[in-house]
């Protein structure tokens, strides 16, 4: 498939807010490299709208009735905790003493299974990108944070894409994820 074609096809996916589809559609996304996102999806994503934790917008297939991918918004402190000071400074751009740094935060970006061979993780994180843009044109935001699979493929998508790794003496995350940092 051509880049043409694929943009194409991806024209014809709608994508919307979870509170817009219908609950039966959430049961169609699997990801067998990250179960996190099969599992959020299908567990968590609704509650979290709910009580406003994040905003999970799903890009759907109308013709299949199947969700091809989602990502979830939110807002993050990023703890300083572990990081050097010429770090904090660099990332604040004033201090170097700050405990915490407000950013946006790409919870989860995922594609279902049966889209992963088209490999639209690229179109997806630009959906991402022009919604966390909306609203830092209302909301003022330095970084895009994400908390990645440590997955070498996962990685190198978000580095091929302008993010980095954060210091790596930092506290590990309980799941094994790697936290990444974007500057918007």
Not at 12 to 38: A, M, V, Y
Request: a negative charge.
């Amino acid at each position: 498939m051509t880049e043409n074609e694929k943009e194409a096809l991806y024209a014809t996916f709608k994508l919307c807010s979870i509170r817009e589809i219908e609950p039966s559609l959430i049961q169609t996304f699997q990801c067998e490299l990250n179960q996190d996102l099969t599992s959020f999806i299908h567990n968590t994503a609704i509650d979290y709208e709910k009580r406003k934790i994040a905003r999970t917008f799903v890009l759907v297939d109308e013709a299949l009735k199947q969700i091809v991918g989602y990502f979830t918004l939110s807002i993050k402190s990023l703890s300083t905790k572990g990081m050097s000071n010429s770090s904090i400074k660099k990332i604040d751009g004033i201090s170097s003493n700050r405990d915490c740094i407000h950013s946006f935060l790409i919870g989860q970006l995922g594609i279902s299974d049966k889209y992963a061979h088209y490999r639209f993780g690229t179109y997806l994180l630009d959906d991402a990108f022009f919604q966390i843009e909306t609203a830092h044109n209302i909301v003022a935001g330095r970084y895009i944070l994400v908390d990645a699979i440590n997955n070498e493929k996962v990685i190198d998508f978000y580095m091929r894409h302008g993010f980095r790794l954060l210091d790596t003496y930092m506290e590990e995350s309980k799941n094994d994820s790697i936290r990444m940092i974007y500057k918007i």
